[in-house]
Protein backbone atom coordinates (compact mmCIF):
# COMPACT_ATOMS: atom_id res chain seq x y z
CA UNK A 1 0.00 0.00 0.00
CA UNK A 2 1.86 3.23 -1.00
CA UNK A 3 1.82 5.62 2.01
CA UNK A 4 3.24 9.10 2.52
CA UNK A 5 4.87 9.82 5.43
CA UNK A 6 6.19 13.91 5.89
CA UNK A 7 8.60 15.09 8.86
CA UNK A 8 10.60 17.94 10.08
CA UNK A 9 7.68 19.93 11.02
CA UNK A 10 7.68 21.78 14.46
CA UNK A 11 8.01 25.20 15.89
CA UNK A 12 9.85 27.82 14.71
CA UNK A 13 10.47 31.22 14.90
CA UNK A 14 9.90 34.49 12.15
CA UNK A 15 12.35 34.60 10.08
CA UNK A 16 13.35 31.31 10.62
CA UNK A 17 13.82 27.94 8.65
CA UNK A 18 13.17 24.91 8.34
CA UNK A 19 12.65 21.67 5.75
CA UNK A 20 10.06 19.04 5.39
CA UNK A 21 10.76 15.82 3.99
CA UNK A 22 8.09 13.50 2.75
CA UNK A 23 9.23 9.47 1.79
CA UNK A 24 6.74 7.71 -0.38
CA UNK A 25 7.00 4.08 -0.42
CA UNK A 26 5.04 0.88 -0.75
CA UNK A 27 5.28 -0.70 -4.48
CA UNK A 28 6.12 2.12 -6.61
CA UNK A 29 6.56 2.05 -10.05
CA UNK A 30 6.63 5.17 -11.16
CA UNK A 31 6.71 8.63 -9.12
CA UNK A 32 4.79 11.10 -10.83
CA UNK A 33 4.41 14.66 -9.97
CA UNK A 34 4.58 15.54 -6.05
CA UNK A 35 3.34 18.71 -4.03
CA UNK A 36 3.62 20.50 -0.97
CA UNK A 37 -0.11 21.88 0.25
CA UNK A 38 -0.58 23.55 3.42
CA UNK A 39 -4.31 24.27 5.84
CA UNK A 40 -4.75 26.44 8.57
CA UNK A 41 -7.36 26.54 10.70
CA UNK A 42 -10.39 28.35 9.06
CA UNK A 43 -9.07 28.35 6.08
CA UNK A 44 -9.03 25.47 2.75
CA UNK A 45 -5.74 23.92 1.85
CA UNK A 46 -3.93 25.66 -0.66
CA UNK A 47 -1.17 24.68 -2.79
CA UNK A 48 2.10 25.69 -1.87
CA UNK A 49 4.84 24.44 -4.65
CA UNK A 50 4.58 21.32 -7.12
CA UNK A 51 7.23 19.68 -8.60
CA UNK A 52 7.06 17.70 -11.79
CA UNK A 53 8.89 14.22 -12.61
CA UNK A 54 11.52 16.19 -14.76
CA UNK A 55 12.12 18.54 -11.86
CA UNK A 56 10.17 21.14 -13.15
CA UNK A 57 8.35 23.78 -10.04
CA UNK A 58 5.76 26.09 -9.87
CA UNK A 59 5.25 27.87 -6.64
CA UNK A 60 2.53 30.07 -5.11
CA UNK A 61 3.24 33.50 -5.27
CA UNK A 62 3.26 34.13 -1.50
CA UNK A 63 6.43 32.09 -1.27
CA UNK A 64 8.38 32.74 -3.85
CA UNK A 65 11.73 33.42 -3.54
CA UNK A 66 11.17 32.03 -0.28
CA UNK A 67 10.67 28.11 -0.29
CA UNK A 68 12.22 25.78 -2.65
CA UNK A 69 10.46 22.40 -3.26
CA UNK A 70 12.71 19.95 -4.52
CA UNK A 71 13.26 16.04 -4.88
CA UNK A 72 15.37 12.99 -4.91
CA UNK A 73 13.74 9.82 -6.71
CA UNK A 74 16.32 7.64 -5.29
CA UNK A 75 14.50 7.70 -2.34
CA UNK A 76 10.97 8.42 -3.21
CA UNK A 77 11.06 11.56 -1.01
CA UNK A 78 10.15 15.10 -2.01
CA UNK A 79 11.27 18.15 0.15
CA UNK A 80 10.76 21.49 1.06
CA UNK A 81 13.10 24.12 2.29
CA UNK A 82 11.10 27.22 3.88
CA UNK A 83 12.94 29.78 4.57
CA UNK A 84 11.78 33.42 6.39
CA UNK A 85 9.16 32.11 7.75
CA UNK A 86 6.31 34.51 9.04
CA UNK A 87 3.39 33.58 11.94
CA UNK A 88 0.87 33.27 8.81
CA UNK A 89 2.22 30.76 7.55
CA UNK A 90 1.66 28.24 10.64
CA UNK A 91 -0.71 25.63 9.13
CA UNK A 92 -0.68 21.82 8.95
CA UNK A 93 1.82 20.90 5.46
CA UNK A 94 0.52 18.02 3.64
CA UNK A 95 2.70 16.31 0.88
CA UNK A 96 0.89 14.79 -2.20
CA UNK A 97 2.07 12.17 -5.28
CA UNK A 98 0.97 10.60 -8.27
CA UNK A 99 2.39 7.48 -8.81
CA UNK A 100 1.49 4.31 -10.51
CA UNK A 101 1.58 1.72 -7.84
CA UNK A 102 2.66 -1.96 -8.80
CA UNK A 103 0.15 -4.13 -10.18
CA UNK A 104 -1.63 -0.64 -11.67
CA UNK A 105 -2.05 0.28 -14.88
CA UNK A 106 -2.63 3.91 -14.10
CA UNK A 107 -1.57 6.44 -11.55
CA UNK A 108 -3.33 7.95 -8.61
CA UNK A 109 -2.93 10.83 -6.31
CA UNK A 110 -2.04 10.10 -2.61
CA UNK A 111 -2.21 12.48 0.60
CA UNK A 112 0.23 12.28 3.44
CA UNK A 113 -1.47 12.99 6.97
CA UNK A 114 0.68 16.59 7.56
CA UNK A 115 3.17 18.09 9.63
CA UNK A 116 2.81 20.69 11.56
CA UNK A 117 4.50 24.10 11.48
CA UNK A 118 4.30 26.50 14.09
CA UNK A 119 6.22 29.97 13.35
CA UNK A 120 6.46 31.94 16.60
CA UNK A 121 6.74 35.85 16.56
Known amino acids: QVQLVESGGGLVQAGGSMRLSCAAS????????MGWYRQAPGKQRELVAT???????NYADSVKGRFTISRDNAKNTVYLQMNSLKPEETAVYIC???????????????WGQGTQVTVSS
Open 26 to 33: GGIVILNA
Open 96 to 110: NADIRQSGFRASSVY
Open 51 to 57: ITSGGST
